[in-house]
């Protein structure tokens, strides 16, 4: 059975750090693509960052300088290193895994950036 288990979420003040990680199980972790994804109440999901399965990473310009996004295929687990936070990074986050149409997500954990 496939899974996406986020955590790490939760409150914190405009300038300070959270780490989320993501747990995955049931598919080949190494050969997909790894995702995180925001959304706020009424907006769409937005991208955040990607790392692909050689490691190189790339970043939404919003979070780009502040958020890093690691993989460790050892733990099947990703990571996401979010730093100076801002209020307008308050949002779920979600995790996701793709690969050739293949797509599976997470079911979020919730980051609140209090100003």
């Known amino acids: 059975q496939v899974q996406l288990v986020e955590s790490g979420g939760g409150l914190v003040q405009a300038g300070g750090s959270l780490r989320l990680s993501c747990a995955a199980a049931?598919?080949?972790?190494?050969?997909?693509?790894m995702g995180w994804y925001r959304q706020t109440p009424g907006e769409e999901r937005e991208w955040v960052a990607t790392?692909?399965?050689?490691?190189?990473?790339s970043y939404a310009d919003s979070v780009k300088g502040r958020f890093t996004m690691s993989r460790d295929n050892a733990k099947n687990t990703v990571y996401l290193q979010m730093n100076s936070l801002k209020a307008e990074d308050t949002a779920v986050y979600y995790c996701?895994?793709?690969?050739?149409?293949?797509?599976?997500w997470g079911r979020g954990t919730q980051v609140t950036v209090s100003s």
């Open positions: 996701s895994a793709w690969l050739r149409g293949i797509n599976y």
């Open positions: 790392v692909a399965i050689d490691g190189l990473t």
């Open positions: 049931g598919f080949t972790f190494s050969r997909y693509y």
